[in-house]
């Protein structure tokens, strides 16, 4: 649900799960932590990442998913990602 959702409010996304879903600390509350890296890791517009992230609460995925746009982070937050993610979908930053 979350890669058809991707292909039709962020196509060309490239998208990373993060956080204790992947690394075996969640629990039954748990969100599910995206990170979402444009082509040329550009910043996402606004209003995109807004339809996204509705579309997202508008699903029926059994808990909460937080997507944050890997432009608009910091330089330590990125690092820390980066040591441990999951590739959800490809995209362009690459391209």
Do not use: C, H, M, Q
């Given at each position: 649900m979350i890669e058809d959702?991707?292909?039709r409010f962020l196509p060309g996304v490239e998208?990373?799960?993060?956080?204790?879903?992947?690394?075996g600390q969640s629990h039954d509350a748990s969100d599910l932590d995206?990170?979402?890296r444009a082509p040329a890791?550009?910043?996402i517009p606004y209003r995109q990442l807004g339809d996204f992230t509705e579309?997202?609460?508008?699903?029926?995925?059994?808990?909460?998913?937080?997507?944050?746009d890997w432009a608009r982070?910091?330089?330590r937050?990125?690092?820390e990602i980066e040591r441990d993610y999951v590739l959800?979908?490809?995209g362009g930053p690459g391209s």
């Open positions: 959702l991707v292909d998208v990373w799960a993060y956080g204790s879903r992947v690394n995206l990170v979402l890791l550009k910043p579309a997202l609460t508008d699903s029926n995925i059994p808990f909460l998913v937080e997507a944050r982070l910091p330089e937050f990125r690092r959800l979908t490809e």
